[in-house]
């Protein structure tokens, strides 16, 4: 059993945000693609968040439950990383294939069944190429099996504080099961480089040399932004082309997590915009400015999504897709099964923290949680623009499965109340305080 960290309780802070707009900075001068980001589409999430106070500089979505992709071999690696922090293992130790972990679906480092390479190669791995094999042969020595494994994982990231994470294998290879959030992967990528800095380093190596290749780095932008000393990349077509990545630039780290970028290069430069944006909002702070990485960003109209949901699997848009027909398709309602956070403010339309916040409509009570988990899918695709930033849950009372969607403010919950009534659908709108 992998030893128990410490509990950590992370409060990150939403930054207040007002009207978007107008004022030009120069990070957006660098940038003109922001024309390019598709901010309003169904699978767009990003985060900003200072590394050294943990405040969120900018958010959009950050609650919103995702499907991580690769980027769960972050987890991975924060086991593995504790594993040796411990003495449990050491970096030359064996990591043995089994024939499960040799048969994973690429990306892949492709060792044979039975075959063995080091533990420091196996994170390398991880980190460059997104080796799935590695990471359930990894998976495998320090839990067992890769189903316990996955349930270490959760564990610790509950501790950590990602309390709308759940994950189900070690790779990030799809699955309806395994579900994030940008917030909650920026806590994550934080406690990496907090808990364990002499391995966090890991995360810059751009060259793997192993058995006569050369493997690159997925990471693009290790290679093109100054100051970029990590993380992860991670593709599904149902996810999106998602990236953790963090840089450092005049003694500032931040840390930004995109998430549903439509290809990989659009994803880059949302994260790079977004980086040169809190670098610059950061500066223009310190010489006494009141501002915003939102005042700041501009949002676009929306865009359509770029990808079609499907059961494929890369890091790369050049890199080998392979459908997996063992793992059920993901549904809507998958993406709304989430515990939402407790403590954490919440911006509401006005750009303010309050009890405005914290108010509540129901659209329907049910026998089952999976009859309220799908009823919550159905009104977010019809109704999409009333609950977008809302939280869906299904709340168990009695009996009986409440669907419901909170953290709205009080004239947000009427008006979409009001819209769904009158397309015949039930709503009900509950007042803080109020079960």
């Known amino acids: ?90 970096l030359d130790d064996p990591v043995v294939f089994s024939p499960r972990a040799a048969a994973q679906a690429p990306t892949k480092l492709g060792v044979r069944a039975g075959d063995s390479i080091t533990v420091q190669q196996a994170m390398q791995g991880m980190v460059t190429r997104s080796a799935n094999d590695a990471a359930v042969a990894m998976a495998e020595k320090l839990g067992g099996t890769e189903q316990r494994f996955a349930t270490l994982m959760t564990l610790r990231a509950q501790e950590l504080g990602m309390v709308n994470s759940h994950f189900a294998n070690a790779h990030g290879l799809p699955d ?52 970029v000393d990590g993380l992860k990349t991670g593709f599904t077509n149902a996810s999106g082309f998602n990236l953790a990545v963090s840089a450092v630039r005049d003694n500032r780290r931040l840390i930004a997590i995109v998430m549903g970028g439509p290809t990989a290069a659009t994803r880059n430069k949302v994260a790079e915009g977004l980086l040169l944006t809190g670098f610059d909002v950061l500066d223009r702070r310190a010489h006494g400015e009141q501002i915003t990485v939102a005042q700041n960003f501009f949002e676009p109209p929306q865009l359509a999504d770029a990808t079609q949901p499907s059961m494929q699997q890369g890091d790369t848009e050049a890199g080998l897709k392979i459908a997996l027909a063992s793992s059920p398709p993901p549904s809507r309602a998958s993406q709304i099964q989430i515990v939402e956070p407790r403590n954490v403010p919440k911006l509401n339309g006005k750009g303010k923290q309050g ?22 899918a159905i009104v977010e695709k019809k109704f999409g623009k009333h609950v977008d930033d809302a939280r869906g849950a299904a709340e168990k009372d009695g009996g009986k499965y409440k669907a419901r969607f909170s953290g709205m403010s009080e004239q947000d919950a009427k008006d979409a109340c009001r819209s769904l009534k009158a397309k015949k659908q039930p709503c009900a709108v509950i007042a803080p305080g109020r079960g």
């Not at 390019?36 to 959009?60: F, H, M, R």
């Not at 099961?177 to 994550?188: F, G, P, V």
């Not at 009890?355 to 919550?376: C, H, M, Y």
């Open 176 to 227: 309806s099961r395994n579900i994030s959030t940008a917030r909650d992967l920026a806590i994550l990528s934080r406690a990496v480089m907090r808990d364990y800095p002499q391995y966090y380093r890991l995360f810059s190596t751009k060259n793997f040399e192993f058995r006569g290749q050369s493997i690159r780095n997925h990471n693009g932008l290790l290679y093109t932004m100054d100051g």
């Open 355 to 376: 009890a405005a916040g914290r108010w509540t409509i129901q659209v329907g009570t049910f026998k089952s949680r999976s009859d309220a988990r799908e009823q919550l």
């Open 1 to 90: 059993m992998i030893q128990h960290a410490r509990r950590l309780l992370l409060s990150l802070g939403l930054a207040a945000a007002t009207a978007l707009g107008g004022l030009a900075t120069p990070a957006m001068a660098q940038v003109p693609y922001f024309q390019l980001i598709p901010q309003n589409s169904s699978k767009y999430a990003a985060i900003v968040v200072d590394a050294k106070s943990g405040e969120v500089l900018y958010a959009k979505r950050a609650d919103a439950p995702r499907y991580p992709a690769s980027i769960t071999k972050v987890m991975t690696l924060y086991l593995a990383f504790e594993a040796l922090a411990s003495g449990k293992i050491q």
